[in-house]
């Protein structure tokens, strides 16, 4: 069965002050590693999808890369507006459905 | 690109009521859509997955005679509670996944639908 674990469970930083969050996975085969930011009673924002360890992906102030066992969300000098829950989903090759994991709570300070 | 949409966004009903929730994907096809359930504070729960004219895949635990899925069209599924009671009172998120193109296998959300069953 797939498993998805995210770690910290919750992370407080100081605006400007960068770091790291963490997924650990394990899938049959991997099709996709996803991540998600979500606020507060909404739905998930898609923000990156990677492949094949190795791969990386930037997208403002957050870089996602991927080896094969973790995937890593880094944040560099976040803003108050990078505090929200970020998920992190992984879907095995020849299934349809994801293994969502239980996400990291980011809050920034100001 | 890449938007889906909800509706309602949040209801209210009596127990013993139906109510019914739409997922729309507003720019693109989807032949594959997602039915979620998220408690507070916990991750996502996926309900079923749904096909463009089949029937809807349920995970284990969820009852289809309750939770009644139809993908009519590759642009929307709907959701029905079918007699909601208090215990299904829940936020409810539905997610789309293009049908080919550049988008991939990536999963879009809608913004979810908060539903209080008194």
């Not at chain 1, 094949?52 to 560099?76: D, V, Y």
């Not at chain 1, 505090?83 to 992190?88: E, G, H, K, N, V």
């Not at chain 2, 993908?71 to 959701?79: E, G, I, M, Q, R």
């Amino acid at each position: 069965e797939d498993q998805v674990t995210q770690s910290p469970e919750a992370l407080r930083l100081q605006e400007g002050e960068s770091s790291s969050l963490n997924c650990s996975y394990t899938v049959s085969g991997l099709r996709g590693l996803f991540w998600y930011r979500q606020d507060p009673g909404k739905g998930p924002e898609f923000l990156f999808t990677l492949y094949s360890a190795g791969e990386e992906k930037e997208k403002e102030r957050l870089k996602a890369t991927l080896t094969k066992k973790e995937s890593f969300l880094h944040i560099t000098a976040p803003k108050p507006e990078d505090s929200a829950t970020y998920l992190c989903a992984v879907q095995a090759r020849g299934y349809q459905k994801v293994t969502f994991g239980t996400g990291t709570k980011l809050q920034v300070i100001p | 690109g890449a938007v889906v949409s909800q509706h309602p966004s949040r209801v209210i009903c009596k127990s013993g009521t139906s109510v019914k929730i739409e997922c729309r994907s507003l720019d693109f096809q989807a032949t594959t859509m997602f039915w979620y359930r998220q408690f507070p504070k916990q991750s996502l729960m996926l309900m079923a997955t749904s096909n463009e004219g089949s029937k809807a895949t349920y995970e284990q635990g969820v009852e289809k005679d309750k939770f009644l899925i139809n993908h009519a069209s590759l642009t929307l599924s709907t959701l029905t509670v079918t007699s909601a009671h208090p215990e299904d009172s829940s936020f409810y998120i539905c997610s789309a996944r293009p049908s080919g193109g550049t988008l991939g296998d990536t999963q879009y959300f809608g913004p979810g639908t908060r539903l209080t069953v008194l």
